[in-house]
């Protein structure tokens, strides 16, 4: 089955660890994507890659970092900078040539304790 | 102005009812709009796209309007199971860079 998917479901971290976030997508997409959601607001872009190693910030990016060395992959790292790190984060891909339709995994909650 | 704004509601209706939700945007060169349904605690699933004036799938039927620059979700003879949060999502306009831009939301509950 093609998808997305995103481990773990559920992320528990104390204060002032880093933690990395995993996203893999086997839809053949170049475009990833990560959003951040917190209670009753929209999803906000933390950051996105079109193709293998290069990646750009998004709107929310301090405290955060991505890499991405192979097309199906692209983890996030949520760093002890972050200050409010606790959310649900959602990982996007979508084909270059139509980066309007995006499929999402199904999301991990990450809490700091 | 928010980029995207939408009325969070909850709107509670009984089942069968016509419910509306309306979206504003503020960049008035959007050509493309969408609509995703969030149910609790899950991820965002494509619902409808609007290109023009409007789109009509079964039930649902999204409409734009250009001049007040505002979109709306219009659902016909509600079920249970449409009880989950409609985001508005519009494509963010930024030279290079292609993302959404997403609203917070209108939550609909659906009660029997």
């Known amino acids: 089955d093609g998808g997305i998917t995103q481990s773990p479901k559920y992320l528990f971290r104390k204060e002032g660890q880093n933690v990395t976030l995993s996203c893999e997508q086997n839809l053949n997409h170049d475009a990833m994507y990560w959003y951040r959601q917190d209670p009753g607001q929209g999803l906000r872009l933390i950051y996105y890659s079109q193709i293998v190693n290069d990646f750009q910030k998004g709107d929310i990016a301090e405290g955060y970092s991505v890499s991405r060395e192979k097309k199906e992959s692209f983890p996030l790292t949520v760093t002890s900078a972050q200050k409010n790190p606790t959310a649900f984060y959602l990982c996007a891909s979508s084909s270059l040539a139509d980066t309007d339709t995006q499929y999402f995994g199904p999301g991990t909650r990450l809490t700091v304790l | 102005r928010k980029e995207v704004e939408q009325d969070p509601g909850p709107f509670n209706v009984p089942e069968g009812a016509t419910v509306a939700f309306n979206c504003t945007y503020s960049?008035?060169?959007?050509?493309?709009f969408f609509w995703y349904r969030q149910d609790c605690r899950k991820e965002p699933k494509l619902l409808m796209s609007?290109?023009?004036s409007g789109n009509e799938d079964g039930r649902f039927t999204a409409q734009l309007n250009r001049a007040s620059q505002y979109i709306s979700l219009l659902i016909r003879d509600s079920k249970l199971s449409d009880s989950a949060t409609y985001l508005c999502v519009v494509p963010n306009m930024d030279t290079g860079r292609r993302a959404l831009t997403f609203g917070s939301g209108t939550r609909l509950q659906v009660q029997p």
């Open positions: 609007v290109y023009s």
């Open positions: 960049n008035s060169a959007s050509q493309s």
